[in-house]
């Protein structure tokens, strides 16, 4: 099929890929070529190769494996100019010089000497350079051995989702960004407010991620978030919703798919508060924050620790329970989430009757029964009070069906959980 004609191609003025002669068809005329002007039109932006202005490829010098460079040699590359038919012809005067007897002469034993020092390579360079020496892996980059009877995550190995081969280091991770977000009990620093208030801003944020249907890290991140903001800023019980709502609008946005939108959380406000508030509030507390907010939540650790015991569902969602309201208490405010979810999760094991503390969640949690002790005490004291008819969110949303109705069940008795931590 004949070729149209077309536009020549142009390299440019940096470019070291030659240019190559447009190939003549049957159909393209011979006539007088036309020089076209170098300089570009006035206005057009300027030329250039894209794969070579990316790559850099005529910049770089590509080394093959296995080649020993000699120094101060240059390397020379080598090109066979001979085209096929003059190699064919050749062929054939070496043959017809062939005598009878199937000797060679002198000139053609030359020649084919010659033409094997140019085609075949050195012996030495043929030979592989050896690997090099087999580095050890430092101590701190050494992965850590976990013993066949806690290894938890080889059952996932088929699931990318799960990450089993890094499931250990980032939760230990985890664990070590604790110590970066340590509080204390800041109600002292807010004049003008008190845990009473705290306590019922968090059980709105419960109704609100009920009502939006967000994760429940989404919760315990907003939660975080405010208690870090009123660590360092003094606000007015006014401001304090708005604190609040903010908060939670920031871990939507870092935990969610689809996060609710700013006119949400300004209608379940009632209006209290305008956009720009919203929005400068929402500058402050990244700006208070660092723009850090990736805060390790209890609630990641607690579904960590139950898979280390195959805890069924009930049992981990009356966890969830003692967990989402060890949030209404200042008192819990200063204790690591791990270890607040460690202490949960022994009290729902000894409700159920499943065992205490065991050696594999001593592995994986890195606390010993010791350690979780004052946090099941304090925790256990405010479960034992009766409930406010202010905070009222948690207890309904955990009486649902859809809960296992894990609320309406008794608390355990303190004896039988000083039992189980002496037992330890």
């Known amino acids: 099929m004949p070729l149209t004609r077309g536009k020549k191609s142009s390299a440019t003025a940096g470019s070291k890929i030659p240019r190559l002669p447009?190939?003549?068809?049957?159909?393209?005329?011979?006539?007088?070529?036309?020089?076209?002007?170098?300089?570009?039109?006035?206005?057009?932006?300027?030329?250039?190769?894209?794969?070579?202005?990316?790559t850099n490829a005529h910049k770089i010098q590509i080394s093959l494996?296995?080649?020993?460079?000699?120094?101060?040699?240059?390397?020379?590359?080598?090109?066979?100019?001979?085209?096929?038919?003059?190699k064919n012809q050749a062929n054939s005067i070496k043959s017809s010089s062939v005598s009878s007897e199937g000797t060679t002469t002198e000139r053609e034993?030359?020649?084919?000497?010659?033409?094997?020092?140019?085609?075949?390579?050195?012996?030495?360079?043929?030979?592989?350079?050896?690997?090099?020496?087999?580095?050890?892996?430092?101590?701190?980059?050494?992965?850590?051995?976990i013993p066949e009877e806690f290894d938890i995550d080889s059952d996932n190995s088929e699931d990318c989702y799960l990450c089993p081969e890094y499931a250990k280091d980032v939760f230990d991770y985890l664990k070590q960004r604790e110590e970066k977000f340590v509080l204390s009990n800041y109600m002292s620093k807010q004049p003008s407010?008190?845990?009473?208030?705290?306590?019922?801003?968090?059980?709105?944020?419960?109704?609100?991620?009920?009502?939006f249907e967000l994760y429940h890290e989404t919760l315990y991140m907003a939660v975080k978030m405010t208690d870090h903001y009123l660590s360092k800023t003094p606000?007015?019980?006014?401001?304090?919703?708005?604190?609040?709502?903010?908060?939670?609008?920031?871990?939507?946005?870092?935990?969610?798919?689809?996060?609710?939108?700013?006119?949400?959380?300004?209608?379940?406000?009632?209006?209290?508060?305008?956009?720009?508030?919203?929005?400068?509030?929402?500058?402050?507390?990244?700006?208070?924050?660092?723009f850090d907010i990736n805060i390790p939540v209890p609630y990641r650790f607690l579904r960590r620790?139950?898979?280390?015991?195959?805890?069924?569902?009930?049992?981990?969602?009356l966890a969830r329970y003692y967990c989402e309201m060890s949030l209404l208490e200042m008192d819990l405010v200063p204790e690591r989430g791990s270890l607040v979810a460690s202490a949960c999760l022994l009290i729902a094991l000894v409700t159920k009757d499943l065992g205490g503390w065991s050696p594999i969640l001593q592995f994986h949690s890195g606390y010993q029964t010791s350690d979780l002790a004052p946090v099941v005490r304090k925790l256990h004291l405010a479960?034992?009070?009766?409930?406010?008819?202010k905070l009222k969110a948690i207890r309904n949303k955990y009486s649902h069906k859809v809960f296992f109705e894990v609320a309406s069940l008794p608390l355990v008795d303190i004896n039988i959980l000083e039992k189980a931590l002496a037992s330890q």
């Open 22 to 54: 447009a190939a003549k068809t049957e159909n393209q005329e011979e006539g007088p070529q036309v020089k076209r002007s170098s300089s570009p039109p006035r206005g057009a932006p300027k030329k250039r190769t894209a794969f070579i202005d990316i």
């Open 65 to 86: 494996p296995g080649r020993k460079k000699e120094p101060g040699k240059k390397s020379v590359k080598k090109t066979n100019s001979t085209s096929v038919p003059a």
């Open 109 to 145: 034993k030359t020649d084919s000497e010659e033409e094997e020092k140019q085609v075949s390579p050195p012996l030495e360079e043929l030979v592989e350079a050896p690997p090099p020496a087999a580095q050890k892996t430092p101590v701190h980059l050494q992965r850590q051995l």
């Open 193 to 211: 407010l008190n845990p009473e208030m705290r306590a019922i801003l968090i059980d709105w944020l419960v109704e609100v991620q009920e009502n």
């Open 235 to 290: 606000i007015q019980r006014e401001l304090l919703q708005l604190v609040g709502s903010t908060a939670m609008l920031l871990a939507s946005k870092f935990e969610e798919r689809t996060p609710p939108c700013v006119d949400d959380f300004l209608y379940i406000c009632d209006d209290a508060y305008k956009k720009e508030e919203l929005i400068s509030m929402e500058a402050s507390i990244l700006q208070a924050l660092s």
């Open 305 to 317: 620790y139950a898979t280390c015991v195959n805890a069924g569902m009930d049992t981990l969602t």
């Open 383 to 389: 479960l034992s009070f009766p409930p406010d008819d």
